[in-house]
């Protein structure tokens, strides 16, 4: 069974660095595509990075383009994002996400909906 862990999330402050963790288990990090999600109070779950060993694409939001970054340790089984230069509208909620799929340069591979697997989440919170 296919499992996702996350950890590394806190309270920091704007200008601040944090890295989230996601430990999979049940499968083989480096054969699916992983996904960083992340929801706010009240809005929509969005996509911040994705990576996919497949075809080795990365792919990160525009928000957080030049501050953050994804990585794998195949190791460990383990996803990493880290987030530096943290903005007080970085708070939210994060989740890693894995599926079986092609790529992160499809737009559509980027969505929530498209992941079947989910972690339960690590708060992040970013004092202004």
């Known amino acids: 069974q296919v499992q996702l862990v996350e950890s590394g999330g806190g309270s920091v402050h704007a200008g601040g660095s944090l890295r989230l963790s996601c430990a999979a288990s049940?499968?083989?990090?480096?054969?699916?595509?992983m996904g960083w999600f992340r929801q706010a109070p009240g809005k929509q779950r969005e996509g911040v990075a994705c990576?996919?060993?497949?075809?080795?694409?990365?792919w990160h939001a525009d928000s957080v383009k030049g501050r953050f970054t994804i990585s794998r340790d195949d190791v460990k089984n383990t996803v990493y994002l880290q987030m530096d230069n943290l903005k007080h509208e970085d708070t939210a909620m994060y989740y890693c996400?894995?599926?079986?799929?092609?790529?992160?340069?499809?737009?559509?591979?980027?969505?929530?909906?498209?992941?079947?697997?989910w972690g339960q989440g690590t708060q992040v919170t970013v004092s202004s």
């Open positions: 990576f996919s060993p497949s075809d080795g694409s990365t």
């Open positions: 049940g499968y083989t990090a480096s054969t699916y595509t």
């Open positions: 996400a894995a599926e079986n799929i092609f790529g992160c340069l499809l737009v559509s591979n980027r969505l929530s909906d498209r992941y079947h697997y």
